[in-house]
């Protein structure tokens, strides 16, 4: 009988594939996927550190846990506890020391080594019998050799939408970010690893592919071998863009997008791909952080706000149906008014269709926790209220001036309500439209009816001269229409 996995994730896109490839690494011991803990034989928790108090998050999850372990092992079961990503990276013998209930600690690095963890918990867990404390085996080391080397070559279907790592650490060294210590320095898969993988979701179902990394856009992947001229004068590396260029190739790949990129990486193949690859969406989640030079130069981010300025109106020249989203932090130590005025300027000037804004706080072990001038609480709430009232008036903007328009929509699943699809914008938008359940994993044309605060409806266009309402809307003539979308 197949054993029970259930895989907690926090925080961002990133850990949501290592969760998907951490599965695939304990398929094999017969390890099948449960939709919760109770039951479950193994459980990880997949963990992010870059959300205030995510540490602390993780211990009250653990406690939890604890009760369901032993619980289990009154029963005569037993469950194995195991904490990944970046808290386990930067907290792993701290994890052992207030949780001992916990099996296995592993970094973001090290998920290809999991089954070898878990064979050595059950050793542990042999010689110590059931007396509720865990196995403690810790692997934090950034191993010389690639994970993603290691890993199964066959992946689990992900569904209409897939996620892709193509990079992963960081070498910019933000003074509040903890990323570059617990992710490590920055690495690109091969162009024929990404490929690869790349075909085998589109075979599995997949549409749309997100390319992911700390710094998507740092991407310098090692060339395919083949085509290249016996002079070497191929370029021996390729960039994010001319990686696009090469996966809008795969059949059946309709969509791409990438996140998260860094102003600093986007150079000129990569802002001439969104003018000329139909297949990249015109949506870019491209973060800032603040509008102040003095406090940009603070925070280590090696551009200005004029740079980013300029990179945004290039990038609108090249195609003009762009938007984009970006993060802010407020109160970074130092921070005066006018420094946050010349965020909300910025806001202003550049009119962004998604944000997401945060507080500082203070990340051990990073510079900016030890600078002097910390802003006191009231005063970062202040302004944050501020600025999310600007960024969502724009993204409220943003939303009603869809309204009318005809949009391409690649539906992924079914709504919840009865004949109902759900798909996706270009802008990312989920937008809801009554249709025949054999769209699912079709575009189709959409005109955009009413708005929400974070979605869309629509009915289907049958085409640019007529819009049919939903509630009449002929389903045969609708499957012929996304058969040919």
């Known amino acids: 009988m197949a054993k029970k996995l259930f895989i907690k994730t926090y925080g961002c896109q990133m850990n949501v594939y290592d969760s998907a490839r951490m599965a695939d690494v304990l398929a094999p011991l017969g390890y099948a996927p449960a939709d919760s803990a109770d039951g ?37 079961a037993n469950m194995i506890i195991a904490v990944a990503g970046c808290v386990a990276q930067a907290e792993g013998a701290e994890i052992l020391r207030r949780a001992p209930h916990v099996d296995v600690v592993l970094g973001p690095q090290t998920y290809h080594r999991l089954p070898e963890m878990v064979a050595r918990a059950f050793r542990a867990g042999s010689r110590r019998g059931n007396g509720g404390r865990g196995a403690g085996v810790l692997d934090t080391e950034f191993p010389a050799e690639s994970k993603f080397d290691h890993l199964p070559e066959t992946a689990s279907p992900q569904g209409i939408t897939a996620f892709l790592t193509v990079q992963e ?19 690109s898969r091969s162009v024929e690893d990404v490929t690869a993988e790349a075909r085998r979701l589109v075979g599995a179902g997949a549409r749309e592919i997100t390319l992911l990394g700390q710094n998507v ?3 310098h992947g ?51 791909a969104h003018g000329e690859v139909p297949a990249l969406m015109p949506y870019i989640h491209l973060p800032v952080q603040s ?39 407020v109160g970074h130590p130092g921070e005066s008014d006018p420094d946050f005025d010349a965020t909300m300027r910025l806001v202003e000037d550049i009119g962004f269709a998604q944000a997401y804004s945060f507080k500082y706080s203070p990340r051990p072990g990073t510079p900016a926790a030890a600078m002097s001038g910390q802003i006191s609480e009231s005063i970062k709430s202040e302004r944050l209220d501020r600025l999310q009232t600007l960024l969502r008036a724009q993204q409220d903007r943003f939303n009603r001036a869809c309204l009318g328009r005809i949009l ?44 929400q605060s974070n979605s869309l409806t ?7 001269r007529q819009t049919v309402m939903c509630c009449g809307l002929d389903a045969d003539a609708v499957e012929l229409r996304g058969a040919r979308a």
């Open 408 to 451: 391409p929509v690649l539906f992924v699943r079914a709504g919840r309500h009865h004949g109902q699809l759900v798909g996706r914008s270009p802008y990312l938008q989920p937008v809801q439209v009554t249709a025949a359940q054999a769209l699912v994993g079709t575009v189709a044309e959409v005109e955009i009816r009413s708005t």
């Open 291 to 329: 509008g102040s030079n003095r406090v940009l130069a603070a925070m280590n981010r090696q551009h200005t706000a004029d740079d980013y300025r300029r990179i945004v109106d290039r990038l609108r020249r090249v195609r003009g149906d762009l938007a984009l989203s970006s993060d802010f932090i």
């Open 458 to 464: 629509g009915c289907l266009a049958i085409d640019r």
């Open 169 to 187: 650490g960081c070498d910019k060294f933000c003074t509040f970010c903890v990323v570059p210590y617990t992710r490590g320095a920055e690495a």
């Open 222 to 272: 090692s060339a395919p071998r083949i085509g290249i001229s016996a002079s070497g004068s191929a370029p021996a590396e390729w960039g994010l863009g001319r990686l696009i260029r090469h996966l809008a190739d795969i059949v059946g790949l309709q969509r791409i997008r990438y996140t998260t990129s860094h102003p600093r990486d986007m150079d000129d193949e990569l802002i001439e």
């Open 40 to 76: 479950a034989d193994m459980v990880i928790l997949n963990t992010c550190h870059i959300r205030e108090k995510a540490s602390e998050k993780v211990f009250t999850e653990l406690g939890r846990l604890k009760a369901t372990k032993r619980a289990r092992q009154a029963d005569g």
């Open 217 to 219: 856009n740092a991407y």
